[in-house]
């Protein structure tokens, strides 16, 4: 029966580190796959996930199940930080489940809205993370998009994205990357939010945001305003979760899907749909990563010692693309200074794919081929190589 199986393409962001892991030259960059980076270029885990991870293994007597929805009290934490400590005032229409990573959350969320609207259309932005696309679509969700970045003038196309978005007929899905949009890094301000929350609601739109790097573009609060935003406009609207970026706990899968209904009797309708479908699919998530978080956000301590952790990540991230931008302008004689002005890890730069072989080919610098870049992957001692390998794909 496998027999009928062709191969697959690799992956277009994993396979990026398979590439740059057998490549010889001490001279490689990886600004392939979305992981932070520290200044020795590790991938860390933060201080207070490593103590709630000794007290977590102390504290445990057992691995019993949890429940296809997850831990409570992690959905309850990871929901006020999502939402702020009013819960933007909608505490009694929430539905919560804890899922393996961000991915899981857009997973459960696509199989929730194509179990009550089979064969929804549901827009994702153009262009929007790679893995979008398959994970949503292979749901039966009917996969569109809206415009949304010029790559060629680095800034977001407002203007056709609200009009494309006020054309759609009600019951239409839309995934909006809540901060630092992957992958181009181009987010949108608070003025245009408001916008964009004001055509969602009057269309009876389905706001479906994707929430994967709170805390790496501005701070907590800020990162989270546009949720917030969209949480006091509409009726009804999903939240994708990943805990993965800003606990630096990408391998133990931890993420939450957070439902807002009309009211609280529909919440509890969605919460046991939410589980039926956890149980089709993974039946429960892994404990050990919301273990983890939970413990962090319940422990002031942990708490604070994480956010300070986060904020200096946030804070080098910013500080790295000030550094790239110059250089790159210095390089070149154009003005990168956008660079310096997006948020998040993400940059893209307007490079085809035959450009992107040329900067690994030549430079040994690694990307996905649409020109995609992680800014954690560049250093103050990598960074005049990474701006002469770029500038010299863009002329090449
Ligand atoms: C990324 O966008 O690079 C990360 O979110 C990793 C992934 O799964 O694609």
Redesign the pocket.
Known sequence: MLETLTRVPP?P??GVSAAFQADPSPDKVDL????YKDEQGKTPVPRAVRTAEQEVHAAQTTKTYVSPTGLPSYNALVAELVLGSDHAGRRTDLSLAQTP???GALRLGAELLNAARPGATILVSDPT???HIPLLGTVGLKVDRYPYYDAQNPSVLFDRMIGHLDAQPAGTIVVLHACCH??TGQDLTPAQWSEVAAVVARRGLMPFMDL?YQGLGEDLDRDAASVRLMARAVPEMLVAV?C??NFGI?RERTGLLLGLSSDGERAGITTGHLGRLARTLWSMPPDHGAALVERVLSQPALRQDWMTELSHMANRINSLRGLLAERLSAVSGVDYGWVAAQRG??SRLPLSSGQVAFARDHHHLYM?PDG?I?IAGVSPANVDRVAAGLIAAVRS
């Open positions: 992956d962001i994993l392939g796959v979305g992981v990573g961000g991915s993370w790679a893995n992957n992958p994967a990943s993965s970026k990408y890890m993400f996905p995609r992680n």
